[in-house]
């Protein structure tokens, strides 16, 4: 017995050392330092406040900004739209530099730091007009730490992450730039919508009573077309001036107004589209948004926001930027509002029914009546009426017809309206059975599969009239 436990703590006694080996001679765990203070080496020490110039050089570009009461300016361009919250944690970041360890004082061993060259040479100059040089040289290998060195001195140190960091991710002057502020009304808000380049002009009108040449005023959303108004289904709308809504740049491809530059973007006049938003704003009424959008060599979307010369990305393909009247078009059952029907015919099988209605006019039109009769004179129930009116109108098709034209055989079931209108005085919805699962109808020209079960609830609904 003994034997076999001093074997196991032979070997445990093993193990342990192992570990305890392990343990001594394992790198400890290095946590990324995103800090710019804390160490006893203080490298520079300026109020941010009073930096009024930046200048630094990387990769042989030299950039040179200027604080003004429009706050940070590039010197080559003031226009340009800078990112000034960037521009200020980079002064920031070279203010208040501390360092807890010094590598070196030998100028000679630069070169192993990508200080000799520098990673980064930059300069500040305060309001005084004192100017403070540092050289920000490559990252350390296991710290993510940089290595830093005080214009004029010999030593090398490592510095915070944050320290390099801005320098390291926004390495040229488009990374530098503030994106444009993009037009993001609500929906609601939006009355037209504009699309024209390469000869096409596209535009969606919203009308808020409707249009005349419509049979019914539901429909808000028009395509317009040589003229005429093609209705679009409101939730097709909603949901594209939604995606507008939030819409914009991921980032800056480029800053130029040059025709030879924009071209390689496809947003030379000859090659863009340009796309323009109508909408009602609280504060400054009817506004008119321009942007222009275009596809790149590369077969990236790109795109220009009003008169800024920004050029960026879009995350969008450029389908997105091309409507198709097929795919917003509205595709309804039956629309039509109650009060515009006079007389309703409908043929089930070998039955027919019949339902008129008899409106009263007053000077108070809150005070004008309506009943609804049968052919024979018997007046029907209002309420039921007026259900299997909101049972029609609330059928949504499944899908668009797979024909193009209406079936030779007598309907299931067919209704013909006599309306009050001048436009589409008179209207027919037909329905013949298509298979298994759904109806054929026919409606204002449009051919669509209606659900069964759609279609039991209508029959049910009109049965609850006429009984």
């Not at 109508?278 to 990236?300: C, H, K, L, R």
């Not at 009003?306 to 509205?330: H, W």
Request: glycine share 8%.
């Amino acid at each position: 017995m003994r034997k076999p436990i001093i074997i196991m703590l032979c070997v445990l006694l093993a193990l342990g050392g192992v570990y305890a080996y392990m343990r001594m001679t394992a790198p400890e765990p290095v946590e990324e330092d995103n800090t710019a203070t804390g160490g006893e080496f203080v490298l520079s020490d300026i109020d941010p406040m009073t930096v009024m110039y930046m200048r630094y050089s990387k990769d042989g570009e030299e950039f040179r900004f200027k604080y003004s009461v429009k706050g940070w300016l590039w010197e080559e361009d003031e226009a340009c739209p800078l990112d000034q919250t960037v521009l200020e944690n980079m002064v920031k970041a070279l203010c208040k530099v501390t360092s807890d360890r010094l590598l070196t004082s030998d100028r000679s061993t630069f070169k192993n730091y990508g200080l000799d060259p520098a990673f980064v040479k930059v300069e500040l100059e305060d309001s005084k007009g004192n100017v403070y040089g540092f050289n920000i040289g490559d990252k350390h290998p296991t710290t993510s730490k940089f290595y830093f060195n005080v214009e004029g001195s010999d030593d090398v140190y490592t510095v915070p992450t944050l320290v390099g960091r801005y320098f390291q991710n926004y390495p040229t002057l488009v990374s530098l730039i503030g994106l444009p502020h993009f037009p993001s009304p609500k929906p609601s808000q939006v009355y037209s919508l504009t699309f024209e380049g390469n000869g096409i002009r596209r535009q969606m009108v919203y009308a808020a009573d409707g249009d005349p040449s419509c049979y019914t005023g539901d429909y808000k959303w028009f395509w317009v077309e040589d003229g005429s108004y093609l209705p679009l289904d409101a939730d097709k709308m909603t949901e594209m001036l939604t995606t507008y809504e939030g819409m914009g740049f991921f980032n800056a491809a480029d800053y130029a107004s040059d025709p030879a530059v924009l071209k390689q973007y496809g947003l030379d006049e000859e090659s863009r589209y340009t796309i323009t938003i109508d909408y009602n704003s609280i504060e400054n009424g009817a506004v008119s948004e321009t942007f222009y959008v275009g596809v790149g060599e590369d077969g990236g979307t790109y795109g220009q926001y009003g008169d800024n010369i920004v050029v960026g990305c879009f995350a969008y393909t450029m389908a997105f930027f091309e409507p198709k009247y097929e795919n917003l078009k509205a595709v309804d059952f039956c629309k039509l509002e109650q009060e515009t029907v006079d007389t309703l015919e409908v043929v089930l099988g070998d039955q027919v029914f019949r339902i008129e209605a008899r409106r009263t006019e007053a000077a108070d039109t809150q005070a004008a009546t309506v009943t609804y009769v049968t052919a024979g004179d018997k007046e029907l129930d209002g309420g039921k009426v007026t259900a299997l009116f909101n049972t029609m109108r609330g059928i949504k098709p499944e899908a668009e017809a797979p024909v193009e034209e209406e079936p030779s055989g007598t309907p299931y079931l067919r209704f013909d309206f006599e309306r009050n209108t001048e436009a589409w005085p008179e209207m027919t919805l037909k329905l013949w059975e298509y298979d298994d699962s759904y109806y054929l109808s026919s409606f204002a020209g449009e051919l669509c599969l209606i659900n069964k079960l759609d279609v039991r609830t209508l029959v049910s609904a009109l049965s609850d009239v006429m009984q």
